[in-house]
């Protein structure tokens, strides 16, 4: 996770997006990197209306326009392997990805891949909603309903990153792949899907169906299985996965306390809770139990043997995305994880 030094960095720039571009790691010790150096801000203030459209300021720094190419001056980065992100539920969620993307693609001392970061406050809440795991039925369903005014503004920020020079897209958030669709309508670059990328990476494992089944099983845990599981049900099916979800009573009275343990600062609660969920699911004969919410994040010690049962979608979008920028798939109109 990134440290204090991070997190006050982009608190005190005040800035709802951040663009930035990660330089070369020069040291091998990632506690004495101070993330505000190593983090290049260029001085361009990026605002959201109260309608959810960007609009940009015209303080570009001189350093930043004598570097870029006389056909590239109506894009904010020329690297043919931006990657443009839309954030997630939250700036923290969005910053953990972000931290994937840039030690991942930087451990053996190359240049991290360069990168834009659309992230909005303002849609934060909106989108946390969609997910609040004590909605009634009848609330769940009006979030359905209501969710086209999420969709376009997610819209308007993909058009966004798509004039500011980013070459594929990302969005690493559980909730808003539920609208991959919408939101990619009219896309030309490559829109990776978080489920898809999960699903390959699954397939390309070569996993073998526990009992009699012919099918690889894959349990997915979510705050709200009608929002975040809708992210992998359909791009685990079409690789020939049979998906299982929880049933009522594990969510009312496993999954659902656990993430109220945690919030009440129970963690020990919270953990064992979750441990049950996790084998409630095993015993249902899957291979893999993802972990489709942000609140089921690092709950589990590190060293608990159950996450080795466990995947963490993000770590899948991250490796998809680096691959790209690495291999030279850029120019591509459309593209599979």
């Not at 834009?116 to 979030?143: K, M, R």
């Not at 390959?200 to 979510?222: D, F, M, Q, W, Y």
Request: aromatic share 6%; net charge neutral.
């Amino acid at each position: 996770m990134f440290d204090g030094g991070m997190t006050m960095c982009f608190h005190t720039l005040n800035c709802p997006q951040i663009l930035g571009n990660i330089s070369k790691n020069r040291s091998r010790s990632r506690t004495k990197l101070n993330p505000c150096f190593a983090v290049k801000m260029y001085s361009i203030l990026l605002q959201s209306d109260k309608s959810g459209n960007l609009s940009e300021s015209k303080k570009i720094s001189s350093s930043y326009s004598a570097q870029v190419k006389p056909q590239a001056q109506n894009s904010l980065l020329s690297q043919a392997n931006t990657v443009g992100i839309i954030g997630g539920v939250s700036v923290l969620s969005t910053l953990i990805f972000l931290e994937k993307l840039v030690w991942w693609s930087s451990r053996n001392g190359e240049e991290s891949v360069p990168f834009v970061v659309c992230s909005d406050p303002s849609i934060d809440g909106a989108l946390a909603s969609q997910a609040s795991i004590h909605s009634s039925f009848d609330e769940t369903a009006q979030n359905e309903a209501n969710h086209e005014a999420i969709v376009r503004n997610l819209r308007h920020k993909r058009v966004f990153l798509e004039q500011s020079g980013a070459s594929c897209i990302v969005m690493p958030c559980h909730i808003s792949n539920a609208w991959h669709e919408q939101i990619s309508e009219g896309c030309s670059l490559p829109f990776f899907h978080i489920g898809e990328c999960v699903a390959k990476e699954l397939k390309e494992a070569k996993l073998k169906p526990h009992g009699t089944g012919s099918n690889v099983r894959i349990g997915v845990l979510a705050a709200t299985e009608t929002i975040a599981a809708a992210s992998y049900q359909d791009q685990l099916g079409n690789q020939g996965f049979e998906v299982v979800l929880p049933d009522k009573a594990t969510m009312e009275h496993i999954l659902i306390p656990a993430i109220e343990s945690l919030n009440k600062r129970d963690t020990e609660g919270a953990r064992n809770l979750l441990r049950i969920a996790i084998q409630v699911l095993l015993i249902r004969a899957v291979n893999v139990v993802i972990l489709a919410s942000d609140e089921l994040q690092n709950i589990l010690p590190r060293e608990d043997p159950l996450l080795k049962k466990c995947m963490d979608p993000m770590d899948a979008l991250a490796r998809s995305t680096i691959k790209w920028a690495k291999t030279g798939k850029q120019g591509m109109q459309k593209n599979t994880c």
